[in-house]
């Protein structure tokens, strides 16, 4: 079976957990025998037997960013001929996936990561590229042959933001986690370099700087934690110039107040973020919206307790009293994800977050079963067993 996968991020270029999610995938597959994967990912030449790389149109340069997209797109489906099966992740390559599905004649299979309409804030990035983004995925779901869905959230979500969507097309396969990259790494030395203090009780965020992440609430809590606690920011990639600033207010208004408040821009390596990880008291993710999150996966897989809110597919991976606590939300019905009462939820995260760190023989113990958890219900093997059987289902066998 030829499966041609279609995605915007792939290694050495990722900066989320879609990306991670397709690098993870695509090895798991071509480890099998049944199967030829390749890859047609944007950006410029790697040098991996089965990919090809497909850089941005110069005709294109500088207009609109989702017109660039589209313009990649189509040159992407044009290297889908002979395939059994497209397989796209993301708007930014459904639409290569509906216009090659047409051209070959052939499934067209999508994984939702995230949803445009969940994420009005977009439009601050995309201007009228959003309402092309919104028109692109909206197409690509009512026309995919299977969508996969990293959680039962998510598949909520997709039938009541796209209700012309057949619910039977739509299967939840999660994503998963590398036990063996993502695990407990202490280096201490490595940490001190990087500003952090190992003897200190940490919490640590690691994201993008989205308006989906949440960011800003957790600062506005942390302003609440006990003074010994360090709060760790790896967190980078704004949107926006906008949400940018109002970060880095934040976080000079935090310094002015405490000390301990570390902030790391710069992507770093995995092994980087795996001694940070381990040298941390409690890892936090105060998204507004979270399809599934793979952050708290490769927390928990590195032996950390997860404080995270109860919205989209976080519920299905972090078990509150169990591996971590969950932080309840209500969130306004108009697509942006923000909390009804934002006072609320920032002093239900403080507090979440403060009891996390005032027993510290619980969060070790609640961090060891994180890691259980994630070894035997999210490897990648398991993943890649499901995906195909949704490819089988399309396929007819």
Known sequence: ????????????????????????????????SDTDVRVHAFGDPRDEEGTTSHPDLPALEGTNAALGTLGVDLTMAAECAGADLVHSHTWYANFAGHVAGILEGVPHVLSAHSLEPMRPWKAEQLGGGYRLSSWVERTAYEGAAAIVAVSAGMREDILRSYPQVDPAKVQVVHNGIDSELWRRHDDPDTVRSLGIDPDRPAVVFVGRITRQKGLPYLLRAAAELPPEVQLVLLA??????????EVEGLVDGLRS????????????????????????????????????????????????????????GIPEVVVDGGTGWLVPIERVTDGTGIPVDEDRFVADLAAAL?????????AARFGRAGRERAVEQFSWGTIADRTMEVYRGVLGG
């Open 257 to 312: 107040e405490r000390d301990g408040v570390v902030w790391i821009s710069d992507m770093l390596p995995r092994e980087k973020v795996t001694a940070v990880l381990s040298a941390s008291t409690v890892f936090v993710c105060p998204s507004v919206y979270e399809p599934l999150g793979i952050v708290n996966l490769e927390a928990m897989a590195c032996e950390l307790p997860v404080v995270a809110t109860a919205t989209g």
């Open 236 to 245: 980078g990639a704004p949107d926006t110039p906008e949400i940018k600033a």
């Open 1 to 32: 079976m030829r499966i041609d996968i279609l995605t915007k991020e792939y290694p050495p270029a990722i900066y989320g957990g879609a990306g991670v999610h397709v690098a993870e995938l695509v090895r798991a597959l071509r480890g099998r």
């Open 354 to 362: 403060t009891d996390a760190v005032s027993n510290l023989d619980r």
